[in-house]
């Protein structure tokens, strides 16, 4: 199936563990993001990226770092969790900055 | 980012027209007006986007007013499973994002 897919669905950690998300998707897009959804529902952008180049950080804090293997791939690696990191990522691709989103169905983190 | 303004939510009986719609008196004449739902525990989808002319899809219809300051997505017969927050957003093609608001949430009566 052509979509954007992440791993893991859900993620139960303590505070203070490193922990990484992947995304991946089959769409041929050439632009992924991250964001984050919190308890209050909002939907914010966190990262990203096109063709691999870094081109949104929507001023998160450098515990978050994405990494971009190649532009089928872009990962989100945690340090140090804390409790306000609990939310819902969602990954997301498009065809440049034009086309519509294809978003994955989101990772649950709880971090406690 | 230019704002809209939507509903909190809204209510539908099942097999009728839902007629979401959104404010947005200081687009620009560059912003297209775009439309996602995000129904429970999953993430965002794409719904329709347009940026003069009324356009319709699979999914559903999207009137623009003639000034375009306003904009209304149609359900042309809701279903249970059209129960969802919808997002009325605009974007400029240079805007390198996608600004979510906060919705409307649709609840659909059987």
């Known amino acids: 199936d052509t979509a954007v897919s992440q791993t893991p669905k859900y993620l139960v950690t303590q505070m203070g563990n490193d922990k990484s998300i992947k995304c991946e998707q089959n769409?041929?897009?050439?632009?992924m993001y991250w964001y984050k959804q919190d308890s209050k529902k909002f939907l914010k952008i966190m990262f990203s990226?096109?063709?691999?180049?870094?081109?949104i950080n929507e001023t998160v804090p450098n515990r978050f770092s994405p990494k971009s293997p190649d532009k089928a791939h872009l990962n989100l690696h945690i340090n140090s969790l804390e409790l306000g990191d609990s939310a819902v990522y969602f990954c997301?691709?498009?065809?440049?900055?034009?086309?519509?989103?294809?978003f994955g169905s989101g990772t649950r983190l709880t971090v406690v | 980012d230019a704002k809209t303004t939507q509903p909190n939510s809204m209510e539908s009986n099942e097999e009728e027209p839902v007629h979401l719609p959104c404010n947005h008196s200081?687009?620009?004449?560059?912003?297209?007006i775009h439309w996602y739902r995000q129904l429970p525990s999953q993430g965002p989808e794409y719904v329709i986007h347009?940026?003069?002319s009324n356009v319709n899809n699979r999914m559903a219809s999207l009137a623009i007013a003639e000034d375009r300051k306003s904009s209304t997505l149609i359900l042309h017969r809701a279903t249970l499973r059209d129960a969802a927050v919808y997002y009325c957003i605009l974007r400029d093609p240079g805007a390198q994002k996608l600004v979510f608001g906060q919705g409307t949430r649709l609840t659909i009566n059987p």
């Open positions: 769409l041929g897009h050439d632009t």
């Open positions: 990226y096109n063709n691999k180049e870094l081109i």
């Open positions: 200081t687009i620009s004449g560059t912003d297209y």
């Open positions: 997301a691709s498009s065809l440049g900055t034009v086309g519509g989103y294809t």
């Open positions: 347009g940026l003069t």
